[in-house]
């Protein structure tokens, strides 16, 4: 398996525009989970989806963040304003259930000037 | 809030001995413990977790100490090697709640050769 598959790996873009990041979980696994990591703040869970359904979404900043999963191989993260300080590294993980441990991608690295 | 602590920030040990890491929890709910290891541009990988029914669990030359008091618990790593090098992070969970991870603000190791 390819593991946890995060598109695109760098992304510049200018503040005000709409940043859509995507995830490919690992075949089978029935939650994901969307972290954010910067300097600042660390690891912080955005969103978490249970067979495609967001589950707990309490992380998310703002009502410019939104996460879709319209099927059990992708999800979206979508930023809609952007702003300089959504700069980060924002990472896909996803796992079999719960219990057992999830996966990472090797994330996005967001850029807005 | 900082849910989880951790510390040092950075650590610095020679090749052969023992790197030892902390974190301290506040949520006595929390029953999940794992160990995630990243390497630079790479996303976090799990390296061991512990339910705090046991108060140590080895893996190969890594070791989680578990104090549930003391809501304390430590990774040690033993004859550690330059290609340990890389941040750790603790990480905690609620019951039920597995990979919805509180992470620690992470340790950078550096193993001298």
């Known amino acids: 398996d390819a593991g946890v598959i995060q598109s695109p790996r760098h992304e510049v873009t200018e503040m005000g525009q709409e940043v859509t990041l995507r995830c490919k979980p690992i075949?089978?696994?029935?939650?994901l989970f969307w972290y954010r990591q910067t300097m600042m703040r660390g690891l912080e869970l955005l969103i978490y989806?249970?067979?495609?359904?967001?589950?707990?979404d309490s992380g998310m900043p703002e009502d410019r963040f939104s996460a879709k999963m319209p099927n059990a191989s992708f999800s979206t993260l979508k930023i809609q304003p952007s702003e300089p300080r959504d700069s980060a590294v924002y990472f896909c993980?996803?796992?079999?259930?719960?219990?057992?441990?999830?996966?990472f991608g090797q994330g996005t690295r967001l850029t807005v000037v | 809030q900082q849910q989880v602590k951790q510390s040092p920030q950075s650590l610095i040990v020679q090749k052969g001995g023992i790197s030892i890491i902390n974190c301290a929890y506040e949520?006595?709910?929390?029953?999940?413990f794992p160990w995630y290891q990243q390497f630079p541009g790479k996303g976090p990988a799990l390296l061991i977790a512990?339910?705090?029914?046991?108060s140590e669990k080895k893996e190969g030359r890594f070791t989680i100490s578990f104090n549930k008091s003391a809501k304390q618990f430590s990774l040690h790593i033993m004859d550690s090697q330059p290609g340990d090098s890389a941040t750790y992070f603790c990480?905690?969970?609620?019951?039920?709640?597995?990979?919805?991870?509180?992470f620690g603000g992470g340790t950078r190791l550096m193993v001298k050769p």
């Open positions: 075949s089978g696994h029935n939650s």
């Open positions: 990480a905690a969970s609620r019951p039920n709640a597995g990979n919805m991870l509180t």
């Open positions: 512990i339910r705090p029914d046991v």
């Open positions: 949520n006595t709910a929390f029953d999940y």
């Open positions: 989806f249970n067979n495609n359904v967001p589950i707990d």
């Open positions: 993980a996803s796992s079999l259930g719960l219990s057992i441990g999830a996966f």
